[in-house]
């Protein structure tokens, strides 16, 4: 029980220092829980979905026993699941691992020379003066093909995500129009974060999507939005507790990350 009251009072003491230093037309990245707590199995989360809303209306993230992928887009919730069907979220489901934002465009670049992801992402960082702040990406574009993943839900004991990933679904969408929902973080965030970008993707019908690991863009253009303020609130919940954060996992994010091209 002592153990819990220290936790609780560490992050409400990380909120009260780092929080009220953002100013109030500045952007904002709300985050809850870290990515090495995700790559060690901690797939049960105690936020809810309505709670998260209260933080952003653009974001990404995965829903407990990682339960597909989520896209926060326009202030709604999708879940793409292991099966590739697309559905509303229900507001009372949880997420082990979330990263929202109220969207604030301050910038545009137009991606029509850029045909992969990598080239996307090269044109993307050519525009970004800064490379140690945050920015949130929403693309919106025709491609000519799109490959994305999905998870079915797990159940324990909880295997570490990359062994999980072995088993993902992943789907090869054709021709299609949509929008990418991404984040780029800078190279210190290792740990509670994805270093570099990080990609969901939602189709314009709404009929499939994902998390991105390949595409072929015919045309399109981005806005982004610089954010230099962030907020991590850090799980209270067993899974959280018991996950080893201690180790090195940049190579396990890799294995999960590998099949982009």
């Known amino acids: 029980?002592?153990?819990?009251?220290k936790h609780i009072s560490l992050v409400a003491l990380f909120a009260m220092t780092m929080v009220p230093m953002a100013k109030a037309d500045e952007s904002r990245l709300y985050q809850y829980s870290t990515i090495d707590a995700l790559l060690a199995g901690a797939y049960e989360g105690d936020i809810t979905v309505s709670e998260l809303a209260k933080h952003?209306?653009?974001?990404?993230?995965t829903y407990n026993r990682v339960d597909g992928e989520m896209i926060l887009l326009d202030g709604v919730f999708f879940k793409v699941k292991g099966s590739g069907k697309v559905e509303l979220a229900?507001?009372?489901?949880?997420?082990p691992l979330a990263i929202v934002?109220?969207?604030k465009t301050d910038t545009r670049v137009d991606l029509s020379d850029a045909k992969t992801l990598a080239e996307l992402?090269?044109?993307?960082?050519?525009?970004?003066?800064?490379?140690?702040l945050f920015y949130a990406i929403r693309i919106e574009g025709e491609f000519d093909g799109m490959t994305t993943r999905a998870i079915y839900p797990q159940d324990k004991p909880y295997k570490p995500l990359a062994e999980v990933s072995k088993t993902q679904s992943v789907?090869?969408?054709?021709?299609?129009?949509?929008?990418?929902?991404?984040?780029?973080?800078?190279?210190?965030?290792?740990?509670f974060n994805v270093p570099g970008y990080h990609w969901h993707f939602l189709s314009a019908d709404h009929n499939s999507g994902g998390h991105v690991l390949a595409l072929q863009l015919l045309t399109g253009h981005a806005q982004i939005a610089t954010i230099s303020a962030v907020e991590l609130k850090v799980p209270t919940s067993d899974s959280f507790m018991n996950a080893d954060q201690s180790k090195d996992r940049s190579q396990e994010l890799h294995a999960v990350e590998k099949s982009r091209n």
């Open 56 to 61: 952003g209306n653009f974001g990404i993230g």
């Open 1 to 5: 029980m002592k153990t819990a009251v």
């Open 90 to 95: 229900n507001p009372q489901e949880h997420s």
């Open 171 to 191: 789907f090869k969408i054709g021709a299609t129009k949509g929008q990418l929902i991404g984040f780029r973080s800078p190279a210190f965030v290792k740990g």
């Open 101 to 103: 934002t109220d969207f």
């Open 121 to 132: 992402e090269a044109k993307l960082d050519a525009s970004l003066v800064n490379k140690n």
